[in-house]
């Protein structure tokens, strides 16, 4: 299979699952699908998906060694207080 042909493979099955995944996850998936690629992999993802390379290595790293506080699903992805102030009115 060429490059191209494997891009497109890997943004069609993500597409089936993009809506349904949260930051944490996309970034479980994409790192799952760079360590099924083998050699290349990482490159080959961060094209198709348009996500960071480093993205995905945190992903791998990720999996590779879970933290216990990661056993249960956390209740919020991003801390509270993160994003833009209310503007005055």
Do not use: C, W
Not at 12 to 35: D, I, S, T, V
Not at 63 to 72: F, H, M
């Amino acid at each position: 299979m060429d490059r191209e042909a494997i891009i497109r493979e890997i943004q069609e099955r993500f597409a089936q699952h993009e809506n349904l995944l949260n930051e944490r996850e996309r970034r479980f998936y994409a790192a799952r699908e760079a360590m099924r690629l083998g050699r290349g992999g990482i490159a080959l993802v961060s094209k198709a998906l348009r996500m960071s390379p480093n993205t995905i290595k945190r992903g791998m790293i990720e999996i590779a060694n879970p933290s216990p506080e990661d056993a249960g699903a956390p209740p919020r992805i991003r801390k509270p207080g993160g994003g833009r102030k209310p503007g005055q009115q």
